[in-house]
């Protein structure tokens, strides 16, 4: 069935580095991949999305970067800050209209 | 808009018992999901409805969870009778889909604890 691999499950970085988080997905059609933010007890919130038309897409500090033809698609975090220690998990989307989620990737930025 | 809101925030249950979470979706919005998020399975999608209507249920673990949305405004999941396997928390999700997959807002979230 469609899955979505993420890498690594935990990620530990000093503050002012760069974090990437790695994402595969299995079905060629998906054409949606949102990524989301989750503090700890809270719900996930999205923090950036790109569609397949397109390979890369930034704000701020955050980018996102899609290889269609590896299946492959990251998270690019730069100038990290303690505000950003979450967990962070992609997505791809199945169909039109829901996703399956990766296993998430747990941030800590060490001060 | 006070964005997507679940009742109860906190369900601690026996056992047996029967469990109802509740979700009130963003207004406008014509897609809802429910997802159960746990350490060991992450977020697992459950159900999703478009305009009230029950799409895709394959993600129900079993006949036990059931799942209904009588008006644009209000959706429930039950549990009957609950196990302690079902400890998770549950997410409802809405979304307003043109041209295609969107963001998906997700309310807070129930924790629900079986004892």
């Known amino acids: 069935g469609e899955n979505v691999e993420q890498h690594p499950s935990t990620l530990s970085v000093q503050e002012g580095d760069s974090a990437v988080i790695k994402c595969t997905y299995s079905?060629?059609?998906?054409?949606?991949f949102p990524w989301y933010k989750q503090e700890l007890g809270k719900r996930p919130q999205l923090i950036i999305d790109?569609?397949?038309?397109?390979g890369e897409k930034k704000d701020q500090r955050i980018a996102v970067t899609l290889n269609k033809t590896a299946k492959h698609f990251s998270l690019h975090i730069t100038e990290t800050q303690p505000e950003d220690s979450a967990v962070y998990f992609c997505?791809?989307?199945?169909?039109?209209?829901?996703?399956?989620f990766g296993t998430g990737t747990r941030l800590k930025v060490l001060a | 808009d006070a964005g997507v809101i679940q009742s109860p925030r906190h369900e601690v249950t026996e056992m047996g018992q029967e469990v109802t979470l509740r979700c009130k979706p963003i207004?406008?919005?014509?897609?809802l999901f429910w997802y159960r998020q746990t350490m060991m399975r992450g977020l697992e999608l459950l159900i999703y409805?478009?305009?009230?209507?029950?799409?895709?249920d394959s993600g129900m673990p079993e006949d036990r969870f059931s799942a209904k949305m009588p008006n644009a405004s209000f959706s429930t999941l039950k549990i009957q009778p609950s196990e302690p396997r079902d400890s998770a928390v549950y997410f409802c999700?809405?979304?307003?889909?043109?041209?295609?997959?969107?963001?998906?807002?997700f309310g807070p979230g129930t924790r629900l604890t079986v004892l």
């Open positions: 790109i569609r397949s038309n397109v």
């Open positions: 997505a791809a989307s199945i169909g039109t209209y829901k996703y399956i």
């Open positions: 207004s406008g919005h014509d897609y």
């Open positions: 409805f478009n305009n009230n209507v029950p799409i895709d």
């Open positions: 079905d060629s059609a998906s054409n949606y």
């Open positions: 999700a809405s979304s307003l889909v043109s041209g295609g997959a969107g963001e998906q807002f």
